[in-house]
Each structure stands twice: as C-alpha cells, then as structure tokens.
C-alpha cells in the first residue's frame, strides 16, 4: 500500500487545516488508517484512527473534540480535520495504514507509511 500526505502549511494559532491521505495499491487489504505526528525534539504519536469498514474512530486526548479523522473509502482517501491548532500541534503528520485486520493506535501495527506533511502552527 503507497501512501501520500498532503495539506500542510503555515497557519496562525486558532486555524483550521485538513489532512489527505490518498491510498493506492494493495488497498482491499487496509483494515484501519490513522494518523500520527512527530513534533521538534518528540518521539513520534498516535493521533486519530478510523476502522475502514465500519467507520470506528479513535483519538489521541490532545486530538479529542479538535480534529476529526474521516475516510472516502471511494476515493481511498483519509481525512484529518483539525480545529483549533494550537502551537503544540506543530509537526510532521505521517498516515499510515494498517493491514493487521483489525484498528489499533500502536505505532507498530501500521505497515505501511506516508512521507508526512509538516504542519507549523505559530501563535
């Protein structure tokens, strides 16, 4: 499964962004997507997943009532709607894909991985 990310930029604290993931490949095989980022000097976090048949979604506590994670299963695309940026939300988003069979917010069970779109929020 390919990935790649897109809809970075530079925003001002309190703006909005949306994040796509545009899959193609081996889709049948993808049970879940997510997004995780990795922010200046930090280890790499889960967060949002979503289930890609039935629509399950799961949220990091700092994602909780900001950003929202959707799919197209179509379009094979994920979306990440993220409110409210704050400057703490400034890193590289990577998608990921996970071909487990199941959804999960480990970092090791995703397979296959997008190049990351940076996100710099300043205040």
């Known amino acids: 499964v390919q990935l790649q990310a897109s809809g970075g930029g530079l925003v001002l604290a309190g703006s909005s962004l949306r994040l796509s993931c545009d899959a193609s490949?081996?889709?049948?095989?993808?049970?879940?997507m997510g997004w995780f980022r990795q922010g200046p000097g930090n280890n790499r976090e889960f967060v949002a997943a979503i289930d890609w048949s039935g629509g399950r979604t799961y949220y990091s506590d700092p994602a909780k009532g900001r950003f929202t994670i959707s799919r197209d299963n179509a379009k094979n695309t994920v979306y990440l709607q993220m409110n409210n940026l704050i400057p703490e939300d400034t890193a590289v988003y990577y998608c990921?894909?996970?071909?487990?069979?199941?959804?999960?917010?480990?970092?090791?069970?995703?397979?296959?991985w997008g190049q990351g779109t940076l996100v710099t929020v300043s205040s």
């Open positions: 490949g081996s889709t049948s095989i993808v049970s879940a």
């Open positions: 990921a894909a996970d071909v487990s069979g199941g959804i999960s917010w480990y970092e090791i069970d995703f397979s296959s």
